[in-house]
C-alpha cells in the first residue's frame, strides 16, 4: 500500500539553528500538506501546497517557515531559525484532487523535532 | 467558544462494547466531517469522512453528523483491543486546500 514518508524520524537542534524535515508524498498525488503537533495539542494545520505554490497557510505558517518540491519525489519543510516553541511533531500529508476537497489525507508517520 | 471540541478522555471499555466519541463544533461553514485514528507515535489514519448531514457506515463503524446541533459522533461496534488508540475528529469547509481543524482526540483503550 502507498505510504508517505518523512525523514529524519527524529531531529534535535540547538535554538537559532535551521531544520529541514522531509518528505515523499504518495507518486499519484499532487496536493501536499505540512501539519505538527505539540505535545498533548491538537494537529494544527500549517501549510497546503500545489502546483508549486502555497495554497493557504496558517497564522503559525510566519516567515521562518518554507516550503519546497525541489524534485519531483520530495516536498520539504524549512524552518529558518528554530526556536525551543517549534519543538512539536510535524506531519507531512499528501492527497489527490478529490481528497483535497473531502479531506481525505494521507499522513506520514512523523517527524519529531526537539529544539534546545 | 473553541472551533472543535472533543472530550480527550482516556475512555475505557470492555472487548465487545459499543464505543460513542463526539465532538462540538462552532464554525458553520464546515462541510466535511473525518474521523482520523491515531496509533501512539503515528500519523493520523483516515477511518471515515461524512459530506454534510446523515449517516455513515463502514463494518463496525458508523459516523453520523447532526449540522443543525453541530455535533457529530463516531460509534464502533463490537470493539476489539485493536481499536485502542486515539480517534481524532477533523473538519474542514468546502475548497479544495485540504486545512483541516482537528479536535483534541479522544484516547480510547479496550480492554481484553
Known amino acids: 500500500e502507498p505510504e508517505v514518508t518523512q525523514t529524519p524520524s527524529h531531529q534535535v537542534t540547538q535554538m537559532g539553528q535551521e531544520v529541514i524535515l522531509r518528505c515523499v508524498p504518495i507518486?499519484?498525488?499532487?496536493?501536499f500538506y505540512w501539519y505538527r503537533q505539540i505535545l498533548g495539542q491538537k494537529v494544527e494545520f500549517l501549510v497546503s501546497f500545489y502546483n508549486n505554490e502555497i495554497s493557504e497557510k496558517s497564522e503559525i505558517f510566519d516567515d521562518q517557515f518554507s516550503v519546497e518540491r525541489p524534485d519531483g519525489s520530495n516536498f520539504t519543510l524549512k524552518i529558518r531559525s528554530t526556536k525551543l516553541e517549534d519543538s512539536a511533531m510535524y506531519f507531512c500529508?499528501?492527497?489527490?484532487?478529490?481528497?483535497?476537497?473531502?479531506?481525505?489525507?494521507?499522513f506520514g508517520e512523523g517527524s519529531r523535532l526537539t529544539v534546545l | 467558544q473553541k472551533e472543535v471540541e472533543q472530550d480527550p478522555g482516556p475512555l475505557s471499555v470492555p472487548e465487545g462494547a459499543i464505543v460513542s466519541l463526539n465532538c462540538t463544533y462552532s464554525n458553520s461553514a464546515f462541510q466535511y466531517f473525518m474521523w482520523y485514528r491515531q496509533y501512539s507515535r503515528k500519523g493520523p489514519e483516515l477511518l471515515m469522512y461524512t459530506y454534510s448531514s446523515g449517516n455513515k457506515e463502514d463494518g463496525r463503524f458508523t459516523a453520523q453528523v447532526d449540522k443543525s446541533s453541530k455535533y457529530i459522533s463516531l460509534f464502533i461496534r463490537d470493539s476489539q483491543p485493536s481499536d485502542s488508540a486515539t480517534y481524532l475528529c477533523?473538519?474542514?469547509?468546502?475548497?479544495?486546500?485540504?486545512?483541516?481543524?482537528f479536535g483534541q482526540g479522544t484516547t480510547l483503550q479496550v480492554k481484553p
Open positions: 477533523a473538519m474542514k469547509g468546502s475548497g479544495n486546500t485540504g486545512k483541516l481543524i
Open positions: 507518486s499519484n498525488h499532487l496536493y
Open positions: 500529508a499528501s492527497s489527490d484532487l478529490a481528497g483535497s476537497y473531502t479531506g481525505e489525507l494521507f
